[in-house]
């Protein structure tokens, strides 16, 4: 931060980080074999608002650009905004790299045109009989955290169960070691 930053209280946002996802497939196969997580077949990229021209040219490029690549990959891409006013970029594709490519691609094209700031998290599901885990990845912090939601209505998760899962695959992902920072995606889309 310059002094001139901090005189005038502007703070700085980190610049978004993507190469961190492709450690997801490797990573898949521990998650699979030895923890019974299988993959849920989609995974989405939230982006923070933006009502500037500049933002919606870079979205409908960013959507442009992996529609075509999930078809040629047999999957499919869905835009939504969520009940908070947050873009939802949302990949459906049954093979587990695809949809790493398809997060990467996005997040690439956003950082590259200047709009790597509105870039918030990277989700990806997957499930274990009636389980579901969202692994979580903070493109302003370059690392992932997991979320296992219990009961949506009562905003119940399951923190033993994101610890363990931390513990054990900490050296396959770069993991948030700050727990404050595990932000659960409450009604989460994907």
Known sequence: MS????????????????EPLFALST?????????GWQPGGRAGVVLRPGEDSFFTAT??????????????????????????????????DRDW????????????????????DRLLAAVFKLQKKAQVLYLI????????YPFIPVDEQKKK???????RL???MEKELPWEKDMTRWYPLWGCPV
Request: charged share 30%; no cysteine.
């Open 3 to 18: 002094f001139w930053d901090a005189l005038l209280g502007r703070t700085r946002v980190p610049p978004a980080r993507t």
């Open 27 to 35: 990573a898949i196969i521990t998650l699979e074999s030895e923890l």
């Open 59 to 92: 979205q409908e490029e960013t959507e442009e650009l992996v529609t075509l690549a999930a078809r040629e990959m047999e999957g499919r891409l869905e835009s939504k905004k969520d009940e908070y006013g947050y873009r939802w970029l949302i990949f459906a």
């Open 97 to 116: 790299e695809d949809l790493v490519a398809l997060a990467h691609m996005a997040g690439q094209n956003f950082k590259e045109k200047g709009a790597g």
């Open 137 to 144: 990845f903070s493109y302003k912090r370059g690392a992932y």
């Open 157 to 163: 998760r399951d923190n033993a169960g994101e610890m």
């Open 166 to 168: 931390a513990a054990l």
